[in-house]
Structures are given as C-alpha cells and as structure tokens.
C-alpha cells in the first residue's frame, strides 16, 4: 500500500506485480516532464520523459502516463523487480524558455521479494 | 568512465568552516547545475550555469558560490557553514537547450 504525510511517501509492492507511482505537478504551463529513479547512496538516473503534447509513453518495462486536466503524472512499472526499489522522482519543466527542472517530492518504492 | 563526478564523496567539518566541492563532467555537455537534497529526499536546484556564465540563482545564501573554471568544471564553494547546511550536494549536467540532466553521485556534507 502507500503512505502519504510528513515523511517520505513510500510504496510497498511485491515482487512480480505491478507498480505505480503517482505524481501531482504545480504547473499547467508545464511542457516536459521526466521521471527519475534514485537508488540509495547514488545520484537520480533518467527513466522516461514525456512531452505535454502526449498522455503515454512507453519504455521497457515502464510506461508513463499524463492527466494535463487534473495535472497528474504517473509511471506504472511492470513486472516490478528488487533493483527497482528506490525513491522516484517526477520533475517538470515550467517552459518559457528555461530549461530548469522542477522536482516534485519524491516515493520510495520497497519491492517484497 | 564515470559521466560526472564529485569529491569528496562525505565532508563532515564544523560549523564558521569554509569548503569546497568539485564536480566534473566529460560529458562535453554546456550546462551545469548543483542541487540540494535534504533530509527528506527533496531536491532543490541551487544554481546553474551556461558557458560560465550564472544563469539561474534560487535565493541561495550568498555564502555558497559556483565557480566555473571550465566548461567541464563546476565547483561549489561554501562560505561560513552552518549546520543547516547539512545535506547531499548533487551536481549535474545536460546539454545546452535539453532538459535530460546526468546527475553525479552526491556529496554527504556534515555540518557539526
């Protein structure tokens, strides 16, 4: 299940099922959006991005998802593995020329073998 | 090869210390940015900057300051540490006009 409060949000899947991960942004201008995936003790890696011209986006194992009229983004992870336990990121980039990512708080994703 | 990278990996020093922590990319990339982790996992961008030139300044304490020796090179210089400025120091990079950042590994600084 998932928690939400004054800690990290954190969700617990077992292994082989399905994940999802939610997000909410701040921007309706907001015309980019990636997800990143932080691993304990390293730096965030890319995962998937996707444009707000788009809903879905698909990637190996991953797929992305875009709600622009409730400003809501998802990433499902299928078929979720150990090494994919991790917190996960969703940025967005507010356009208007600059190029800054706005990173949101933060899941961290517990994988039961 | 490592894509960015950072030293010191932990700083732990006491609090009225001045410090400094490298970041370089071989990445040929033109853009540089240095983030801010907290206790909570909550990343907030701290500067950026473009062709050595500061492009982006999020009220950031005028203690800490970039300096770009290079387009590969950015350092963070840290003036006066206090203890709030205990946290994971990221750099990153990307390529001029992308959004995609590469992140380096991080820096555990310590403010006793």
């Known amino acids: 299940g998932e928690s939400v409060g004054l800690h990290l949000p954190t969700l617990s899947v077992q292994e082989g099922d399905n994940s999802i991960i939610n997000c909410a942004y701040s921007n309706s201008a907001s015309d980019y959006f990636i997800w990143y995936k932080q691993e304990s003790g390293k730096g965030p890696q890319f995962i998937i991005d996707i444009r707000s011209n788009m809903d879905k986006r698909q990637g190996q194992r991953v797929t992305v998802l875009l709600n622009k009229t409730v400003k809501h983004l998802s990433l499902q992870i299928a078929a979720t593995q150990p090494g994919d336990s991790a917190v996960y990121f969703c940025?967005?980039?507010w356009g208007a020329g600059s190029y800054q990512l706005t990173f949101g708080k933060g899941t961290k994703l517990s994988v039961i073998p | 090869d490592t894509a960015v990278s950072q030293t010191p990996k932990y700083l732990v020093t006491q609090m009225g210390n001045d410090k400094s922590i490298k970041c370089e990319q071989n990445l040929g990339h033109d853009t540089m940015y240095w983030y801010k982790q907290d206790s909570k996992k909550f990343l907030k961008i701290m500067f950026s900057y473009n062709n050595k030139e500061l492009i982006i300044n999020e009220t950031v304490p005028n203690r800490f300051s970039p300096k770009s020796p290079d387009k590969a090179h950015l350092n963070l210089h840290i003036n006066s540490l206090e203890l709030g400025d205990s946290a994971v120091y990221f750099c990153?990079?990307?390529?001029?006009?992308?959004?995609?950042?590469?992140f380096g590994p991080g820096t555990r600084l310590t403010v006793t």
């Open positions: 940025a967005e980039n």
């Open positions: 990153a990079s990307s390529e001029l006009a992308h959004y995609e950042q590469y």
